[in-house]
């Protein structure tokens, strides 16, 4: 029982932490890391969001970013190896992938440049 109760609060902070932008399904506790996780990332206006929050990941985790934007930009995972995703005005841009390597990684928008998140990967 305390193991769901942990679970459970895990998930309902993560979403009350983002305000539903960032979701994260995994469980710490079991080391599974077969739920994405996922990062709504919405540009408009000359702002971004998330702006600097931090999101914490597991090691080879899938990380899905969903990217909605009024201007063209390019988002880049500052991880090795680096990825980068190009966006396009209007266009909504789905990009999965994963962090093999533990540590602290800043996703950036060019932009803007400004951080759009920390990927805090364990």
Do not use: W
Not at 64 to 82: G, K, L, M, R, W
Not at 95 to 106: A, H, L, R
């Amino acid at each position: 029982m305390a193991f769901r109760r942990t679970t459970t609060a895990i998930i309902a902070s993560g979403v009350a932490f983002t305000g539903g932008l960032v979701g994260c399904g995994s469980s710490s506790d079991t080391g599974d890391v077969t739920t994405p996780l996922k990062v709504v990332i919405t540009e408009k206006d000359g702002r971004i969001s998330p702006s600097g929050d931090v999101v914490r990941a597991e090691t080879g985790q899938d990380i899905t970013f969903v990217i909605n934007s009024d201007a063209d930009d390019e988002i880049h995972v500052h991880t090795e190896p680096d990825h980068e995703f190009r966006v396009h005005a209007a266009k909504r841009l789905v990009e999965s992938f994963s962090v093999d390597t533990p540590g602290t990684y800043e996703v950036e928008s060019h932009r803007l440049d400004v951080v759009v998140v920390k990927l805090e990967v364990s």
